[in-house]
């Protein structure tokens, strides 16, 4: 049980953030998940950004001393209101919930003493039970060398997982692009931080993330949304890609299929290997992860092309790095299938 009296006069030491946008049906759940934390120094801001529902009504509702309700006369946008709940936080801590998810009740605890006892990370992020999938869990890289090496391909933790420290986000002025409508403000925002900051991973699930009609990505375009979020995310980097370059790389996110011609084939190889020229002078990824990835997604699109052109397969390999033995297996049983 909390201390509220304590509560009232000491800044707590969580913030936890939950920005709110017509998620009525959900965000009573998440609410309670939070209020029923095994760690009890937190104040929980929900901010209500000119919901259409009764979102608001139903966390107003909640009688609660430790929830502050924050609510926008007018749409700010997902990141903008983001933002206003990073300044508005008090906590030594910024953790995140989404109003459709949920967490476990140690969750809090569990990062708290993560983060105490590893003072020089500045994010943690936990793995994930999708809801409604009772099996599948979702995990991110638990060190940070591996989450930065694979931060080109995808998120080094989960956003709606994440812990932060609040003074990283205060020294860097750390905020989620503004301008940005649309997925992808997740990531974005976070390769800002692991641009300045180590980051890790509990390998628990300690978040339940929601997937379906109500997420925000849902009924949205992806492939032209993957597109954007590709070419903000390289520009970050310092990297400009052309078109050929762009849909070489969307290959290798697995957001399109493996190439249909010996000029796509060429024009992914070069792609490759400008990425590795480019690490390779600018260290922006810890080189053996990152490469060991690269190599990894050549291996996946080798097998894809063998399963439909054993020619492409070949001149494929002769591209990347030749026959290794994972890919002469592959090829010889696909020839035996055919």
Not at 50 to 78: C, K, M, W, Y
Not at 100 to 106: F, G, R, W
Not at 152 to 178: K, N, W
Request: glycine share 6%.
């Amino acid at each position: 049980m909390a201390d509220l009296k304590a509560f009232s006069k000491m800044p707590p030491r969580v913030s936890v953030l939950m920005t709110l946008y017509n998620k009525a049906t959900y965000v009573e759940e998440a609410v309670k998940s939070v209020l029923a934390s095994s760690y009890s120094d937190f104040e929980l801001l929900v901010l209500d950004d000119a919901s259409t529902d009764h979102g608001a009504d139903l966390v107003r509702a909640i009688s609660d001393p430790r929830i502050r309700l924050v609510e926008s006369a007018t749409n700010l946008g997902r990141a903008r209101n983001a933002n206003r709940g990073f300044a508005e936080s008090k906590g030594e801590y910024v953790a995140i919930l989404d109003a459709d998810d949920t967490m476990h009740a140690d969750r809090l605890a569990k990062q708290v003493a993560y983060m105490d006892a590893h003072p020089h990370l500045s994010a943690c992020g936990t793995a994930a039970q999708l809801i409604g999938e009772r099996d599948r869990v979702v995990a991110w890289p638990t060190r940070d060398e591996e989450a930065r090496g694979l931060m080109l391909f995808e998120d080094p933790l989960l956003y709606g997982s994440a812990m932060f420290r609040r003074s990283i986000i205060v020294t860097h002025g750390l905020q989620c692009p503004e301008d940005w409508r649309g997925p992808g403000m997740d990531y974005l925002f976070l390769l800002r931080v692991a641009a300045v900051a180590e980051v890790a991973n509990l390998p628990e699930a300690l978040t339940n993330y929601r997937i379906g009609a109500n997420n925000y990505r849902h009924g949205r375009n992806g492939l032209a949304d993957a597109e954007r979020i590709a070419t903000e995310a390289l520009r970050f980097f310092g990297l400009k890609a052309n078109p050929h370059e762009l849909r070489s790389h969307l290959v290798l996110l697995r957001r399109l299929g493996p190439p249909e011609t010996v000029a796509e084939v060429r024009s992914l190889n070069a792609w490759v290997a400008r990425l590795l020229a480019f690490n390779r002078e600018a260290l922006a990824f810890p080189t053996a992860v990152f490469e060991s990835r690269l190599r990894a997604e050549l291996d996946h699109i080798f097998c894809l092309l063998a399963d439909r052109d054993p020619r492409l397969a070949r001149k494929h390999a002769r591209l990347s790095g030749g026959w290794n033995l994972g890919r002469l297996r592959y090829y010889l049983a696909t020839c035996w299938r055919a």
